[in-house]
């Protein structure tokens, strides 16, 4: 093997994406803290316990393991940065009202998700600690709006969902709630005649019968909506998720595209309220991913509610169109003059390149439309026709 081949599924960034990430990640950051939300940067590695702690088995089997050498202990590498921003919010911050938190860093999986996909991810999110209602819901389903706005995206498409109609679905059947992780599955894949084949787990009928119903409730808002009330069983837990989404829908509506589907159970152990997830015509993958997480920080001493979002950055600049930077070409020389100029238009925001001798740049990551040229005893930047 070649020393230079890297490791299945993992790839450098060259200098024009790089730069891409780098804009694209100030730009983010910049719009989040506008929003009130304060950076905090967790480590890259630290004990299994607390990185997996609150947190479903996914994770778990997606989180690479090592023996730290001082202590003995499992660490783990972080495959999300979620666990960690709760807490930093419950354990270290320890603060009474709302708190907003906002992060960039990378995650490593220990293996991908497709052969398409990359184990390395450049993750940024946000979250909201400490308010229960849906007022902090629709706060971070703006901010992912306008995250993928920031990044050229127009017309994304918000897909809604809540767990609390699955959840409440299997509560009423204690056959279907002992064989959670199978039924979970089977959604996932919206598998009605495997779903019908539950009997064989001694699942009531009248529950197979609502999963498979379940199946067919995505798409238009409306429709969704007026079929679940129809349909589904008149429980608290139901109720109160179709009420929440709704509230989430005439919020939104008609400034949002809009879809629904009561069958996604993504996330299912983890998420304890309203998710979401952006899509946008032309993406192959998911752009952005969130949604209320309320039970997560209670393995950490002190329960808090909790909503947010995340997307991996790299996914979303790759998808962008690469764009070169305008600079300035200026000679080699040592003259105090040329060097004064050079430093005089870096400090005004523009790119300056010397020329090294016997050197003529062709970075890709550059447009060099200008020219720094001596004219009558005075450099000028002069256009490149």
């Known amino acids: 093997m070649s020393n230079w081949l890297l490791p299945e599924n993992l790839a450098d960034v060259l200098p024009m994406e790089a730069r891409q990430i780098e804009d694209l990640r100030h730009r983010l950051l910049d719009l989040y803290r506008k929003y009130g939300f304060e950076l905090v940067c967790p480590p890259l590695v630290e004990y299994i316990d607390s990185l997996l702690s609150g947190t479903g088995s996914d994770l778990n089997l997606r989180t690479c393991k090592l023996i730290d050498q001082l202590s003995g202990k499992t660490m783990g590498i972080r495959a999300d940065m979620t666990p960690q921003i709760s807490r930093i919010d419950a354990h270290l911050l320890n603060r009474s009202g709302v708190t907003r938190l906002c992060y960039c860093g990378n995650v490593f999986h220990a293996r991908p998700t497709d052969s398409l996909s990359s184990r390395e991810f450049l993750q940024i999110g946000a979250e909201i600690y400490g308010h229960a209602g849906v007022e902090a819901d629709l706060e971070i389903i703006q901010m992912a709006l306008d995250t993928v706005n920031a990044a050229g995206i127009n017309l994304p498409i918000l897909d809604l969902s809540h767990p609390g109609v699955v959840r409440s679905i299997l509560e009423l059947d204690h056959n279907a709630s002992s064989n959670s992780d199978l039924v979970v599955s089977l959604l996932r894949e919206k598998d009605v005649t495997g ?36 349909i589904l069983p008149s429980v608290p837990g139901i109720i109160s998720a179709l009420d929440s989404l709704q509230i989430l829908i005439d919020a939104l509506l008609p400034n949002v595209q809009l879809s629904i589907d009561l069958a996604d159970v993504w996330g299912y152990g983890y998420h304890s309220g309203v998710k979401f997830a952006l899509y946008a015509d032309g993406w192959r993958e998911v752009l952005v991913t969130g949604g209320r997480y309320d039970n ?32 300035i070409l200026a000679p080699w020389g040592r003259d105090h003059v040329l060097l004064e100029t050079i430093r005089d238009l870096r400090k005004k925001g523009e790119i300056v390149v010397q020329i090294l001798p016997g050197d003529y740049p062709d970075q890709d990551e550059f447009l060099f439309d200008r020219r720094l040229v001596l004219f009558e005893g005075i450099w000028q930047v002069s256009y490149i026709s």
Not at 213 to 222: K, M
Not at 297 to 326: E, I, M, W
């Open 195 to 230: 779903i019908s084949e539950l009997t064989k787990k001694f699942i009531r009928p009248d529950t197979i019968k609502m999963l498979q119903s379940v199946c067919s409730l995505y798409g238009n808002v409306d429709d969704v909506m007026l079929n679940a009330r129809k």
């Open 296 to 327: 997560v920080s209670l393995a950490f001493g002190r329960a808090r509610p909790a909503t947010g979002f995340s997307l991996n950055l790299r996914s979303l600049a790759s998808g962008l169109k690469l764009a070169k930077s305008k600079a």
